[in-house]
């Protein structure tokens, strides 16, 4: 595209933005589109009100974050926050999501201690999470993701737990 084109392409996303309500990024709230992969897609609204498409971070009330890291068989821990890749996810109905890769309970497992595993999406239920009372929790399991400990350590990994014990993480999305 030359230098005329991206300009005059500028302006009218601009333009629109400003006559039709639009986002940013030029298209009609709420549509959005990640430039990384260029797809435009509806964005959904969490029960807060705020769109929740674009990748974020899934904090602990402790102060950690959810972190794919380089562990080879791709497991969550949890990991002192900082903004790497390995700790951004994009929520998309009742999935969560990094890259093309969704989090699963390994093995389609539904037993407490399960592991929470990043693979590839297949759309299962062990694929599919809900939120309730900032926990995140299994659609097919009914558990929550948490921990083995009921200290919350920098590394442990992540894994279902039973909601109503204190092993049961909250989260904040950032």
Same mark, same amino acid.
């Given at each position: 595209m030359n230098d005329f084109a991206f300009r $005059? #392409? #500028?302006l009218v996303l601009c !333009? +629109? &933005?400003? !006559?039709?309500g639009c986002t940013a990024n030029? !298209?009609?709230a709420p549509y959005s589109i990640n430039l990384s992969f260029p797809v435009i897609t509806q964005n959904q609204i969490n029960s807060g009100g705020y769109y929740i498409n674009d990748a974020e971070q899934i904090r602990t009330t402790d102060g950690l974050c959810l972190d794919t890291g380089s562990d080879q068989q791709n497991r969550l821990t949890l990991r002192e926050c900082k903004h790497? *890749? +390995? *700790? !951004?996810? +994009?929520?998309h109905r009742d999935r969560i999501t990094q890259g093309e890769k969704c989090l699963d /309970? /390994?093995? *389609?497992g539904t037993k407490e201690g399960t592991p929470i595993i990043l693979y590839s999406c297949t759309g299962n239920d062990n694929q599919r999470w809900l939120t309730d009372d900032n926990k995140i929790k299994g659609k097919q &399991?009914? $558990?929550c993701l948490g921990t083995n +400990?009921?200290?919350v350590r920098k590394g442990d990994p992540v894994v279902l737990a039973d909601c109503d014990f204190s092993r049961a993480l909250?989260? #904040?999305i950032r």
């Open positions: $005059k #392409t #500028t !333009l +629109s &933005s400003i !006559l039709c030029g !298209l009609p790497v *890749q +390995s *700790q !951004l996810f +994009s929520f /309970a /390994a093995g *389609q &399991s009914r $558990k +400990s009921i200290i909250e989260f #904040t």
